[in-house]
């Protein structure tokens, strides 16, 4: 069966992709444990894609536990060249309104207690990150989201926290000064991952309250976040939908080549055991055969 090339990863309230054909679940083993949950396979309007719940099913996994090095791996080893995040988030601006969708084009990271390479043991890479999302991918989702009649956003900061806490008003205040547009717990490390596994990456934040910082606004709730990702998700179906199309058949983004220029390590000091467990991200730049 065809290899899926693109991949859905399910932020809070979204745990399975209705409309798929086709669907299979796979339970993928990788050198950094299990991912979030099986791996859904199938068939949107004729293009394989394949789907992950970030948190699990139910929920079960915390914003600092989820395992993210497992699920890129994963879905690196499945064939996945582009991924498109779906993540709850906050509004730290005025106009950016609850039910609206942001395509964010820039991170700031607040986290403090997450593994965030999988350059590690041996090998050191440092790709470049000045641009976190690929922008062709990020181009494809806004225009599907507009073309779904949905409020949309193009471009904007997203500041991810560790949590699970939501934040204090002083924070919310300080990033609204930073002039960030949204906040929420789990678009880092997935980004640096991504970028790391010359994987296309875009994000489609889905707003679901005003944080803390807004005066004559419900603070942020787990209740009012579940209330408002459910009139979301038709919307958030609804673009997947459309955006499997819209998707280009070749990658002439730098995603796609990220660590061409990135792995610093001299090839004959890398553990063949690091190389081994690292082939599906750097075998055609480096590879036992090669260096040993």
């Known amino acids: 069966m065809t290899e899926p090339k693109l991949a859905f990863i399910g932020g809070s309230g979204l745990y399975d992709m209705k409309g798929l054909t086709d669907r299979e679940e796979l339970d993928v083993e990788t050198p950094f444990g299990a991912p979030s949950d099986s791996i859904v396979t199938g068939t ?148 640096k991952l991504a970028r790391e596994a010359e994987i296309c990456y875009a994000t489609m934040a889905l707003v679901t309250d005003y944080d803390c910082w807004h005066e004559t606004e419900d603070s942020v709730s787990v209740e009012l976040i579940v209330e408002n990702l459910t009139k979301n998700a038709e919307a958030a179906q609804r673009v997947i939908a459309d955006l499997v199309n819209r998707v280009p058949a070749t990658r002439e983004c730098g995603c796609a080549s990220a660590l061409r220029d990135a792995i610093i390590t001299r090839p004959e000091l890398v553990p063949g055991e690091t190389l081994e467990r690292l082939s599906p991200l750097i075998e055609k730049y480096l590879s036992i055969k090669e260096v040993s």
């Open 44 to 191: 949107v309007n004729g293009t394989r894609v394949a789907f992950l719940p970030r948190h699990g099913r139910g929920h079960r996994i915390s914003p600092t536990e989820i395992p993210v090095r497992a699920n890129l791996y994963a879905l690196k080893s499945l064939g996945v060249e582009r991924i498109i995040s779906v993540s709850a988030v906050g509004s730290l601006r005025e106009e950016l309104k609850p039910l609206d969708l942001v395509v964010p084009d820039q991170l700031i990271d607040r986290t403090r207690s997450r593994v965030n390479t999988f350059f590690d043991d041996g090998i050191v890479a440092h790709v470049g990150f000045a641009d976190p999302f690929c922008p062709v991918l990020s181009e494809v989702l806004a225009q599907s989201a507009e073309t779904q009649g949905v409020t949309t956003h193009r471009g904007g900061t997203y500041v991810v926290m560790e949590g699970p806490q939501f934040s204090t008003r002083a924070e919310s205040e300080l990033y609204r000064s930073w002039g960030a547009g949204v906040i929420g717990m789990t678009g880092l490390p997935e980004a």
